[in-house]
């Protein structure tokens, strides 16, 4: 049993420790930190630009700001003063950044996301992370994609249908962000797992209510519980217990789904005709058996892991791109009548004798809606930025010069000194608002501008999949940005010929960023998530 006098020490021990950790953490760590010698803003020790980089009110001029005043490579103020965080929009660093295996996702953020998604792509690293991309890889082939088309069209139909039926009146102000997100939901429900939510036509589906309740509780996690994830396990909240009674959900349907497609892919294995089942999770499984190394494989758990981040990041995601896209198609609608011309009278002929290979084909003939989709995509990413860890001290080459705090230039082809555990700030929304690369009007909806992207937006200089920083790059870049730019074109070139849509009077949509950028109506915050626009029936517009 300790005494007073053992405890007394205990004690004092424990927070003369704290103090030391405290001290070193605000005060002498900073001191040796190499990014304490970049050029960026100052302020109060305890003073945060963070605010500033992740408000979309504040961060598209922002950037600007600083990149005129210090360069392309700057410091900035995360938690204080004594957090100093690295940023940059040289191309060869980010390039460098997000191609190094030295670079990571933060803990806290994939530890927060194992708590809904478990050990998917999204929340792993290093060696299991490049098993698990080799495995989900033929699942979004183009050719994998292509066969997805009909379904997304198909959803898409039903959406449009169900839009007919809600237009009683002449016209009718619709949150178009609230149904898309349901249709994009039934769409992945058939094309991951060839299983219909009909969310659609009411949201009453068990596994689809528990995948949207534990994604929209995401955004509501209090940052203590982020920061220290054991409060979940010991003091769970009312947030915690419905994410995990949700993970059950998931888990025993999933369960089941998996057990059936295995036999059934087994059997057809045995058939001659092969495995005929293309659906994501199908293609997971098939991959999982075919890999070379049979003790090497994703167990059932990790499968589901798999279809859950899916969901959560392509889901969601998609729905977002394509609300953003019917606002910036309703603030311009000249540009939306000539992609809805386009989209009535197809100019391309499918030269395809594969009906799922003719249905993509269509799509990828309209030029102005690839334009349209890629602009969208450009210029509301539905993630507005991404951190990165650095594991261990490295050199980050340079493009372009970053003039020190004492004088000294570091020249194009030279590096920048980072140490172990510094953050990196990607900026995503930056790096597509940046006027050096896509001209004087990049705050502006221009779909035009991908008939002749500036030379600093084009491959071998901007390095972003599809041109875009919006699916980053390198090894932890989106695998499923075929699957959103397919999903878009579909419900675009079925719901636009129908309908016209036009922003409500008076009305200003802002952006909000959690884990997604998503739209809300000034004045009206507390009502959540929304974008309402005025839908009516194209013949209404255009009486004959």
């Known amino acids: 049993m300790l005494t007073p006098l053992a405890l007394l020490l205990a004690v004092a021990l424990l927070l003369g420790r704290g103090l030391v950790w405290i001290v070193n953490l605000l005060v002498v760590l900073p001191l040796f930190d190499p990014l304490r010698k970049l050029p960026g803003p100052t302020g109060p020790f305890f003073?945060?630009?963070?605010?500033?980089?992740?408000?979309?009110?504040?961060?598209?001029?922002?950037?600007?700001?600083?990149?005129?005043?210090?360069?392309k490579t700057f410091r900035y103020h995360g938690s204080g003063k004594f957090d100093y965080?690295?940023?940059?929009?040289?191309?060869?660093?980010?390039?460098?950044?997000?191609?190094?295996?030295?670079?990571?996702?933060?803990?806290?953020?994939?530890?927060?996301?194992?708590?809904?998604?478990?050990?998917?792509?999204?929340?792993?690293?290093?060696?299991?992370?490049?098993?698990?991309?080799?495995?989900?890889?033929?699942?979004?082939?183009?050719?994998?994609?292509?066969?997805?088309?009909?379904?997304?069209?198909r959803t898409a139909e039903e959406l449009r249908d169900k839009w007919e039926g809600m237009?009683?009146?002449?016209?009718?102000?619709?949150?178009?962000?609230?149904?898309?997100?349901?249709?994009?939901?039934?769409?992945?429900?058939?094309?991951?797992?060839?299983?219909?939510?009909?969310?659609?036509?009411?949201?009453?589906?068990?596994?689809?209510?528990?995948?949207?309740?534990?994604?929209?509780?995401?955004?509501?996690?209090?940052?203590?519980?982020?920061?220290?994830?054991?409060?979940?396990?010991?003091?769970?909240?009312?947030?915690?217990?419905?994410?995990?009674?949700?993970?059950q959900v998931i888990y025993a349907t999933g369960r089941r789904l998996i057990s059936e497609k295995k036999s059934m892919i087994l059997d057809q294995k045995l058939s001659s005709n092969g495995p005929t089942e293309k659906d994501l999770l199908s293609l997971l499984i098939q991959s999982n058996i075919c890999n070379d190394d049979s003790t090497k494989t994703l167990s059932d758990p990790d499968l589901l892991d798999q279809i859950s981040s899916f969901f959560f990041a392509g889901s969601d995601t998609t729905a977002l791109s394509l609300s953003w896209c019917l606002y910036f198609l309703a603030l311009h609608p000249d540009i939306q009548t000539h992609l809805r011309e386009e989209l009535t009278h197809p100019t391309a002929p499918p030269q395809s004798s594969n009906s799922e290979d003719r249905a993509y084909d269509v799509l990828d003939s309209f030029s102005l809606l690839d334009s349209v989709v890629r602009e969208t995509l450009r210029l509301a990413p539905p993630v507005h930025g991404t951190l990165r860890v650095a594991t261990q001290n490295d050199l980050i080459p340079v493009s372009e010069p970053v003039v020190l705090t004492n004088g000294t230039v570091v020249s194009p082809g030279e590096h920048i000194k980072i140490r172990k555990g510094s953050i990196i700030h990607i900026p995503i929304e930056g790096l597509n608002f940046a006027k050096d690369i896509w001209s004087e009007d990049a705050l502006e909806f221009c779909p035009d501008r991908w008939n002749s992207l500036p030379p600093a937006a084009q491959p071998p200089h901007f390095p972003g999949l599809a041109n875009l920083m919006t699916f980053s790059f390198g090894p932890n870049s989106c695998p499923g940005y075929r699957f959103t730019i397919t999903e878009m074109k579909a419900f675009l070139s079925t719901i636009l010929p129908r309908f016209t849509f036009a922003l409500p009077e008076g009305q200003s949509i802002g952006k909000r960023n959690g884990l997604f950028t998503r739209p809300f109506v000034r004045g009206k915050s507390k009502m959540g998530v929304q974008l309402p626009l005025i839908v009516k029936r194209v013949d209404e517009c255009n009486p004959a």
């Open 47 to 71: 003073f945060s630009h963070i605010q500033r980089v992740v408000d979309p009110d504040f961060s598209a001029t922002q950037h600007e700001e600083w990149k005129k005043q210090y360069g």
């Open 85 to 153: 965080r690295l940023m940059t929009f040289d191309l060869r660093a980010v390039s460098h950044i997000l191609m190094s295996p030295i670079y990571q996702k933060p803990r806290v953020t994939r530890t927060f996301l194992s708590t809904m998604l478990g050990k998917g792509i999204f929340t792993t690293e290093g060696a299991e992370h490049t098993f698990q991309r080799k495995i989900i890889g033929p699942a979004f082939t183009l050719q994998s994609i292509k066969t997805l088309t009909p379904i997304f069209l």
């Open 167 to 247: 237009l009683s009146n002449r016209q009718e102000t619709i949150d178009v962000c609230h149904w898309i997100s349901r249709a994009t939901f039934d769409a992945f429900g058939m094309a991951c797992l060839t299983y219909n939510f009909c969310s659609i036509h009411g949201e009453t589906e068990e596994l689809y209510l528990a995948f949207r309740r534990m994604f929209d509780l995401a955004d509501k996690k209090g940052i203590l519980r982020i920061l220290i994830p054991m409060l979940d396990k010991i003091w769970p909240d009312k947030i915690a217990r419905s994410v995990l009674e949700s993970r």
